[in-house]
């Protein structure tokens, strides 16, 4: 079965710097989503991507946080200068065309010092 | 306002013994439903999808229903194992230009010896 892979598994930063996490999605799915869970809570929406461009973004989705393609296989998530309340999985997923076709990543754990 | 709710919130049971969990959604136009099982600190894992038109759908010991006039599906556990200690989601999507996915917020099942 085709599987989306997170990397790191685990992520330590402290506040105020830079962390880029990365997704391997599959080969031939065309949407991109990070969403993210903070300990205990449910999982929320972050962002999507379509044709290379950002479709939709949630509120937490601020300007802290960017995403990207860079070489048509990777998709990033950025977050500029991460803040403890970033502490969380994030949980990157990628759909095909079909509804049987959507994937989550394994996950992320960031943890914010 | 796009929503989906799951009751009960936690849920503990004997092994063996079988255990239903419910979802309710006011997700429009709807595209599919899906359970999830989430182990702690794992990525979600597709249990049963369901698109309008069907309304049971079976995974092994997993049988899941759709109601898709009254909006509620149930996700039902039959003979009960230690291993299907995790949360369960219920999600749906909604038929936009791509799939657009809410997260339910889960219910966290233990099953005890």
């Known amino acids: 079965e085709p599987e989306v892979t997170q990397t790191p598994s685990h992520q330590v930063t402290q506040m105020g710097q830079e962390v880029i996490l990365r997704c391997v999605p599959i080969?031939?799915?065309?949407?991109f989503y990070w969403y993210r869970q903070i300990l205990g809570q449910k999982v929320e929406f972050l962002v999507s991507?379509?044709?290379?461009?950002?479709?939709?973004k949630s509120e937490i989705f601020d300007d802290q946080f960017s995403v990207e393609r860079p070489d048509g296989s990777n998709f990033t998530l950025k977050i500029r200068s991460t803040k403890l309340e970033d502490s969380a999985m994030y949980f990157c997923?990628?759909?095909?065309?079909?509804?049987?076709?959507?994937?989550f990543g394994p996950g992320t754990r960031l943890t914010v010092l | 306002k796009n929503q989906v709710e799951q009751s009960p919130q936690s849920l503990i049971i004997l092994e063996g013994k079988n255990c239903t969990l419910q979802?309710?959604?006011?997700?429009?136009?709807?595209?599919?439903l899906r359970w999830y099982k989430q182990d702690t600190g794992r990525g979600p894992v597709s249990l049963t999808i369901?698109?309008?038109?069907?309304n049971t759908k079976s995974n092994g010991r997993y049988t899941a229903t759709l109601d898709a006039d009254t909006k509620q599906s149930s996700l039902h556990i039959t003979a009960s194992q230690l291993s299907d200690s995790a949360s369960y989601i219920c999600?749906?999507?909604?038929?936009?230009?791509?799939?657009?996915?809410?997260f339910g917020p889960g219910t966290s099942l233990s099953v005890i010896p």
């Open positions: 997923a990628s759909f095909g065309t079909g509804p049987h076709e959507q994937f």
């Open positions: 080969s031939n799915h065309l949407y």
């Open positions: 991507f379509y044709n290379n461009e950002i479709s939709e």
């Open positions: 979802c309710n959604y006011t997700v429009s136009p709807f595209s599919n």
């Open positions: 369901m698109t309008f038109s069907e």
């Open positions: 999600v749906v999507s909604a038929k936009t230009s791509y799939d657009k996915v809410i």
